[in-house]
């Protein structure tokens, strides 16, 4: 019964707002595990002594190992990218190991907008600064998120400089799509007034995890209000 228990606690800390292809309701521990390793690689295997401080954390609800994590980040430093099991990861991870209460307050399973917790924020803004550039160059093969995302989660103050510049340049072309342009800049603009001229000179682990999933969460905005768009285009010529 514990067990049983303690099964179902790894699973509500597992669970996050997915892209809609994504059925997935409970993360198997298998695919959580593979996280943590290049999948693309015919020899690169999950660390048995890290499985087995997985499932031990697992079933007896404690915290998850360290070695998890730090595998993961590994990964998201070499990817680029926070895919949605990645992303339910970090929040489970830090559910059990945080005593921050402002990071307590976003690891939730969908994005907390009122959050004014300064990492997280950062993430948003990451995001938003990407969508900046998508729009304003489409088709555009390498983004900022391929050149600057992990710099830019481990020194702030080094990278969002350049980032709030390149958004200016992006802004005064002439887009596509001027009422996309109006919400991008109205969404900048609110974020940047949450951090003013605080950018951090440097990031922690635990940060670094907020970030990210600020980053995970504000992209999953943007594929729904996609999404909705065109289920809506759709509907109108049927």
Known sequence: GAFARNIDRHYRDTAIRRPVYDSTTFLPTWRLLNQTIRTQSKTAKVSPQMAGAVMKAILEDTPYPMTLINAVERRINAEHDISPDKAAIIKAYYLRATTNAQFKEVLRMDINEESGYLPYVLGRMFSIYEQIQLAAIPGINTTIKDKYFT????????????????????????????????KLDKALGELTGRVGDRYPSRLSLEERGAFQLGYYFENQKRFDKANKNNNEQGENND
């Open 151 to 182: 710099s830019a989660s481990t020194t702030p103050a080094r990278i969002f400089p350049i980032l709030g510049d390149l958004a200016a340049k992006h802004m005064r072309k002439t887009w596509k799509s001027e009422g996309l342009k109006v």
